[in-house]
């Protein structure tokens, strides 16, 4: 299994981050979050799928493994780093997965950077419902007006004391905002990246 390690000096967390359905673990957007994590002193480690793997060696794109197979990935990556204290999550169907190990790790947290909670255009499912029950304190970071997952469409969830939900303003799915908002994704990231932090000294002390 292939992993990329960020070059983070004298990290203070480590942080285990798989990618969405769509994008691979060194897309744009993965790259520019490790960054801002990175600039914070956490570490991140990024695996792929077996399903995008294969699309990264024959240029065919194909739907994303079984739940099976991906949670039994998810194991892979977390048993072959080794690390003694660590979160982890990912992006969408990444922080997904993650979810559904969580409890089968000793990650010290989970973090979900756009959670895909129910299908675009579809009401919300029960996708989250391994989430809300294990015992993983949880971070989810969501855009307002996330199509999988918005602010309006999620009043109705009422989340453990463990779990803390933050919306980034007018943030899609990738936590990007239109021009009219005022802001930006690189300003989204950066917060995403401090809230992440605040979040790892929360659960560490």
């Not at 695996?47 to 240029?59: D, L, V």
Request: proline share 5%; with cysteine; glycine share 6%.
């Amino acid at each position: 299994m292939e992993i990329i390690r960020s070059k983070t000096t004298k990290p203070e967390f480590h942080l285990i981050l798989a990618h969405g359905a769509g994008a691979p673990m060194d897309s744009d957007w993965m790259n520019d979050l490790c960054d801002e994590l990175s600039k914070l002193k956490i570490k991140t480690y990024r695996f792929e799928f077996p399903y995008m793997q294969e699309r990264r060696e024959n240029g065919k794109k194909r739907p994303p493994n079984p739940a099976r197979v991906l949670e039994e990935c998810w194991l892979e990556a977390v048993k072959q780093l080794k690390l003694k204290s660590y979160f982890i999550g990912g992006k969408s169907l990444g922080s997904r997965m993650a979810s559904h190990v969580a409890s089968q790790t000793a990650a010290s947290g989970l973090i979900a950077y756009g959670f895909p909670f129910y299908a675009p255009g579809k009401s919300l499912s029960d996708r989250h419902d391994v989430m809300l029950k294990n015992k993983v304190p949880t971070l989810i970071i969501q855009g307002e007006r996330d199509a999988l997952g918005d602010k309006k469409g999620l009043k109705k969830i009422k989340w453990p004391k463990s779990h803390i939900i933050e919306f980034l303003a007018d943030g899609d799915h990738s936590l990007k905002p239109r021009k009219s908002s005022g802001h930006s994704l690189e300003e989204h990231l950066e917060e995403a990246a401090q809230l992440t932090l605040q979040f790892m000294k929360k659960v560490s002390k």
